[in-house]
């Protein structure tokens, strides 16, 4: 997993920012009277995110077909039935997108991910960056 964690935490970061944006943009909106991106939205980007996009970068990298399929099921999952199920439980719901249009926002950065991968490892590849 080491392997993998730069490019990891690069689209973390990455991720955080998009966040951001999308709670400026009021793209969602959570349930609590009080609204913390550090309490409702961080966790959701740090949480399942990072732990999800290494694991499926580990046992699919070198196998693009594989990693967009990996990526599509489980943003689609996300994208159309557990942001469902998150807004029956009143934790969190779409505001200003649509469901295609929130898995968009998931999805696209799944490509970033395998970029910065295979950027990483041409660099590890030249001796350029450590293991």
Request: some cysteine.
């Amino acid at each position: 997993m080491k392997r993998y964690a730069l490019a990891s935490a690069c689209i973390g970061l990455f991720e955080i920012t998009n966040h951001l944006f999308g709670h400026m943009r009021k793209w969602w909106k959570f349930y609590d009277k009080k609204v913390s991106f550090l309490r409702d939205e961080l966790p959701f980007s740090v949480g399942p995110y990072m732990p999800l996009s290494m694991w499926i970068l580990k046992y699919s990298y070198g196998n693009f077909k594989k990693f967009v399929l990996m990526n599509i099921i489980a943003d689609g999952l996300f994208a159309f039935l557990f942001i469902d199920v998150l807004k029956k439980l009143r934790i969190v719901s779409l505001n200003r997108l649509s469901h295609i249009q929130f898995f968009i926002y998931l999805h696209y950065k799944a490509y970033l991910l395998y970029g910065m991968q295979g950027l990483y490892e041409k660099l590890r590849k030249r001796g350029g960056v450590p293991v």
